[in-house]
């Protein structure tokens, strides 16, 4: 079983929830929240803040934890081909300067502010599901119900 912890922004702005448009090295397309993996000896707090900069250019600053979410995907459905488990910790964080751009060298080829309605018609991510629904309910223990979908993407 492979395994990556990895870190997650959840930014709003007006009503509106900053997403990344991702292309896969296979030429698929899809929406994430910014973020990625955790690197070796990197506190996740400070992973999530990289990520920003790197896929949209902006720079922010962490306002709360908004929870983790650990999942297991079947190796029949993970692009790998092997049972994988993604750990995602979820930070609701605010945009404090810079002007949103493609990420130089890197998978994440736009950064949009999406109004929050427009989201359930993209092709997205389940982590951005995850993510709306840390920030929308605030759970105590920061840990919401499972979002079906096959794999990390599929809605």
Known sequence: ???RLAAY??????????????????GGTNWSLPGGRVEH???????VI???????????????LLGVDSRVIPAAEARSGREHQN????????ITA???????NGETAESVWTPI?????????????IGL????TRPATGHVPPVLAGGLVQH
């Open 50 to 64: 990289r990520e920003v900069a790197e896929e949209t250019g902006c720079d922010a600053v962490v306002e709360r």
């Open 9 to 26: 922004a959840v930014c709003f702005e007006d009503e509106r929830v900053l997403l990344v448009r991702c292309v896969s090295p296979a």
């Open 1 to 3: 079983m492979s395994f």
């Open 133 to 136: 629904a840390l920030a929308r």
């Open 117 to 129: 309605p427009d989201v359930v018609h993209l092709r997205r991510s389940s982590l951005v599901d």
């Open 41 to 47: 000896a990197e506190d996740p707090f400070d992973a």
């Open 98 to 104: 810079g002007v949103l751009r493609p990420e130089p």
């Open 87 to 94: 750990v995602g910790i979820f930070y609701q964080v605010r």
